[in-house]
């Protein structure tokens, strides 16, 4: 892609400080990530996957480097970053329509009228006065979907957000989710430990090694939607970010993306 990066991380450092020191978590990330890419980060546990999408988001801003979403630096929270976590949150006293609209105003036409497409987009038509309690795992992460894309954000950071579900649901959600970005071509970044769901889903994998987190390798996924699973170049390219998971090691150089 030519287009002028989305998302630009320069020389990213995080560093936690315990009883017993500091302890590096990221070391030297640098990302770009173009509008409308899916790009998945996978890595071992603890590796600082998380962490670099709390960065990105603005709920962690105590780090080295910088993080730019359209050439702006990245300082707090905003709508601009729509960020979905593994639990879906929602408010348990509200209904699916209320708890994607959340803090905008239910008094609002375009309001009203942008969840209802919404709705229809992830899903859930017939459910618009049904309760938390009342839907599934799958049901909740798609409200959560849902009212993150009706604040219009330019990136889209989703936490593992199919971690809890069952391989089923988990497949569904998996084509669901690439529904939402045929339609919105909207730009995302997404964890998982999930090898499959990243090939299946992402432009570009990002495999991270342990302790600090750094880039061992960037994968391209050269394959056009929708994938077959089973395919020869779908098991090539599986392997190829599972050799690269699996010869992580904690020194290796700072790639540039």
């Known amino acids: 892609m030519t287009q002028t990066p989305l998302l630009e991380i320069h020389n990213v450092s995080k560093t936690f400080s315990t009883d017993k ?26 590796c600082g996957k998380s962490t670099l999408l709390k960065i ?17 630096k990245i ?40 969840v209802g497409e919404l709705i229809r987009l992830v899903g859930l038509q017939g459910f618009e006065q049904a309760y938390p309690k009342q839907l599934s795992g799958g049901m909740s992460q798609r409200v959560a979907i849902a009212r993150a894309l009706l604040r219009n954000p330019k ?35 997404f964890v998982t430990h999930d090898i499959d769901e990243a090939v299946f889903l992402s432009h570009r994998v990002v495999v991270l090694a342990p302790r600090p987190g750094r880039i061992k390798a960037v994968i391209p996924i050269d394959l056009p939607y929708p994938r077959i699973r089973t395919s020869a170049a779908f098991q090539e390219l599986r392997n190829e970010v599972l050799k690269q998971l699996e010869h992580a090691e904690p020194e290796v150089e700072a790639w540039s993306i």
């Open 21 to 46: 020191g500091s302890n590096l978590v990221l070391d030297r990330i640098k990302l770009q990530v173009q509008p409308g890419e899916i790009v998945s980060i996978i890595g071992p546990s603890g």
């Open 56 to 72: 990105i988001s603005g709920l962690d801003t105590e780090i080295s480097g910088e993080a730019l979403l359209e050439g702006a």
């Open 75 to 114: 300082v707090k929270p905003s709508r601009d970053k729509g960020f979905i976590f593994q639990e879906h949150r929602l408010f348990p006293w509200l209904t699916v329509e209320r708890n994607i609209a959340a803090e905008l105003s239910w008094r609002s036409n375009d309001v009203r009228e942008r």
């Open 155 to 189: 990136v889209l950071l989703l936490d593992e957000p199919f971690g809890a579900l069952d391989a089923f649901t988990r497949k569904h959600m998996q084509d669901s989710l690439l529904e939402i970005w045929r339609e919105n071509r909207s730009t995302m970044l």
